[in-house]
């Protein structure tokens, strides 16, 4: 043996991985064009202003190379504006891109803080090993059965000299069962979400993409409807999710409990919930005439009524309603908390940071169900 060859580590200076100046640009002009909601215009302005300021670029690779590069790639496009005019537009290329990138901020920080081990109390036969094992029971299946442990089993109970394998020696495994689920996800877009000099509706824009890529990428068995409520309630599909705005709206959160109940009870899913992002008080309803009831001062009764009778009927219906609160006003979280005890629900009063990490956490445990 040669006693030269040594083992151990070798440390040096941290070396980032190479990315192309295409890439490197590209990473921030897909969280730039986030925040301006697919104006791609107002994206490159603010990219320029960042390049003037940080030397993002250099004369052997400028923005107007990216824009070009963008082009060829089939991530921008020429399009007719509704003015008549011609513009730029984001594709669906860049849609799905822009997905992704939610998706891999949002579950990687879940991954890298431990956060997505999340342990049930209930076990059966499932898809899932949680680590934990029991005597073997007739109806079992054979591909349950822990080799290592059986073997090491009979070895206790009959000893090496006579070894033998009996009924009574095997050991199985332990699975969880992770069901189908449909979710709606409710966002608020009153103009609450942008006022007091903060962007609350870009975290929000980014968790509902992260939860649709997802979704549609690792769980195709379930649902998720994305609706939107200021005046009233509509649904939008995922690939306008990076164009949404903030309206001049107030917040009528009956009607998108309403349209939310309505979507489940079309799925034939056994489990259902209802996630709703929302920083104000609920301060509009319609009426059966069509004409709209608004209050902004303060809880009104009447409004806020309307919201524990759709709160109790999700109840009955077996639809729980999780709440995220984008807001710390103790007023409000009163109504919250007699809002979720009506449907028995959960609440959650976060700010904008680790709203993504807590959405993705009360996901994947509500996934998980006894099966006995």
């Known amino acids: 043996m040669n006693d030269n060859t040594k083992k151990g580590f070798r440390f040096k200076q941290y070396e980032a991985p190479f990315l ?41 690779y400028t923005i107007d190379d990216f824009i070009e590069d963008l082009k060829r790639k089939g991530y921008i496009r020429d399009e007719l504006k509704d003015d008549g005019t011609t513009g730029t537009g984001i594709t669906a290329k860049t849609e799905r891109a822009i997905r992704q990138q939610a998706l891999d901020q949002i579950f990687g920080n879940l991954k890298r ?24 029971h007739f109806g079992d299946g054979l591909e349950r059965i822990s080799l ?10 009959n000893g090496v000299e006579s070894f033998q394998l009996t009924e009574n020696d095997l050991i199985v495994e332990e699975t969880q069962f992770k069901s189908q689920m449909s979710t709606v996800l409710m966002i608020d877009i009153s103009h609450s979400m942008i006022l007091y000099g903060e962007d609350r509706i870009t975290p929000a824009k980014k968790v509902a993409m992260a939860l649709a890529e997802l979704i549609t990428t690792r769980y195709p068995k379930d649902t998720l409807d994305i609706l939107v409520f200021g005046n009233d309630a509509w649904t939008i599909p995922f690939r306008d999710l990076p164009y949404l705005k903030v309206g001049p709206y107030h917040t009528n959160t009956v009607a998108g ?25 609920p301060s509009c309803v319609r009426e059966r005439d069509g004409s709209y009831y608004m209050n902004s001062n303060g809880l009104d009764e009447y409004i806020v009524d309307k919201c524990y009778n759709q709160a109790q009927q999700a109840r009955k219906l077996h639809i729980p309603i999780t709440t995220f609160m984008i807001a710390n006003d103790p007023y409000l979280q009163k109504f919250v908390n007699r809002f979720t005890e009506a449907n028995q629900g959960k609440a959650f009063y976060t700010g904008l940071k680790g709203l993504g990490e807590m959405i993705f956490e009360d996901y994947e445990a509500n996934r998980k169900k006894r099966v006995k």
Do not use: C, V
Not at 49 to 54: C, G, N, P, V
Not at 148 to 157: D, G, P
Not at 257 to 281: P, S, Y
């Open 20 to 60: 192309s100046p295409f890439d490197k640009l590209f990473e921030i002009f897909k969280e730039l064009i986030t925040h301006t909601s697919g104006d791609f215009d107002e994206a490159i302005d603010w990219l320029r202003a960042l390049d003037k300021e940080y030397k993002l670029t250099d004369s052997a």
């Open 113 to 136: 803080s431990g956060s997505g081990n999340h342990k049930s109390k209930h076990s059966g036969n499932g898809d899932e090993h949680i680590g934990e094992f029991r005597e073997f």
């Open 148 to 157: 290592t442990e059986s073997l090491r089993n009979a070895q206790i109970n």
């Open 257 to 281: 409990l309403q349209l939310a109940m309505d979507l489940l009870r079309r799925k034939r899913n056994t489990n259902k919930q209802i996630f709703m992002i929302t920083d104000g008080k």
